[in-house]
């Protein structure tokens, strides 16, 4: 075989080589950016975090105590909360409209969601028949199973939807007083606006801090 015609044989091997360089280097940029995203989620896990304040009319305080809160009139609303609960069945915070929700975001594997869980169901049933509801939000597990193990260890009744990669937090708008943290507990008012947030782990007498200025006959403003 001539010089010429293994010249052309050469430039294939070559470009072969080149194009299956490229794709690992295009391999390694996503396992690495898919790295640092987990890094990001584990940093987050079980601890607070989050700014005060915000912007437009989404701003929010955060008071001494870690709670932060939106005046009525400037809060925003609560996005699509629906879908499958740890239990099988299905819920839909859009139907508890008129009422004030107890949004609170959990693991079974997280020791300070083990710390709060008794101190909700104790709460939930002393106000449950006020008009208030609350809901969980279950994160991260990989299975239903150990959070109903969970539910069941420390006798929770009300639903928890389940959200193993976190999608249903990531539908509150930046700015505004969304989930950052495992746990974090959310206050939404009756006309299904965020009014309070907290990205700590809660003891029976703060959680009912939180929740008394949005029972009946208040709007939450007796707060600030």
Same mark, same amino acid.
Request: some cysteine; charged content about 25%; proline content about 5%.
């Given at each position: 075989m001539s010089a010429a015609s293994r010249a052309p044989l050469r430039s294939n /091997?070559?470009?072969?080589?080149?194009?299956?360089?490229?794709?690992?280097r295009g391999r390694r940029r996503?396992? *690495?950016?898919t790295g640092a995203a987990?890094?990001?989620? +584990?940093?987050?896990?079980?601890g607070s975090g989050g700014t005060s304040g915000g912007g437009g009319q989404t701003g929010f305080v955060t008071g001494s105590d870690g709670i932060s809160t939106?005046? @009525?009139? @400037?809060?925003?609303?609560?996005? =699509? +909360?629906? !879908?499958?609960?740890? =239990?099988?069945?299905?819920? $839909?915070?859009? =139907?508890?409209?008129?009422?004030?929700v107890v949004l609170n975001v959990w693991g079974s594997w997280c020791p300070p969601c083990r710390a709060e869980a008794k101190n909700f169901e104790k709460v939930y049933q002393d106000v449950k028949d006020q008009g208030?509801?609350?809901?969980?939000?279950?994160?991260?597990?990989?299975?239903?199973?150990?959070?109903?193990?969970? #539910? #069941? #260890?420390?006798?929770?009744? &009300?639903?928890? *939807? &389940? $959200?193993?990669?976190?999608? +249903?937090?990531?539908?509150? #708008?930046? !700015?505004?007083?969304?989930?950052?943290?495992?746990?974090?507990? *959310?206050?939404? $008012?009756?006309?299904?606006?965020?009014?309070? /947030?907290t990205l700590q782990a809660l003891s029976e007498e703060k959680l009912r801090k939180m929740l008394d200025p949005y029972l009946s006959g208040k709007s939450g403003e007796s707060e600030k």
């Open positions: /091997r070559s470009n072969r080589s080149n194009r299956a360089s490229t794709t690992a996503v396992a *690495l950016t987990a890094v990001a989620l +584990l940093v987050s896990a079980c939106v005046k @009525e009139g @400037e809060r925003a609303d609560a996005p =699509d +909360l629906s !879908g499958e609960t740890v =239990d099988g069945g299905q819920v $839909d915070v859009g =139907d508890y409209k008129g009422k004030v208030v509801q609350f809901v969980g939000i279950n994160t991260r597990d990989t299975s239903t199973g150990p959070a109903r193990a969970f #539910e #069941e #260890e420390f006798g929770v009744s &009300y639903p928890s *939807l &389940y $959200d193993p990669a976190g999608k +249903l937090m990531l539908r509150f #708008e930046k !700015g505004t007083l969304n989930p950052q943290a495992i746990p974090s507990t *959310l206050i939404i $008012d009756r006309e299904g606006k965020v009014a309070a /947030r």
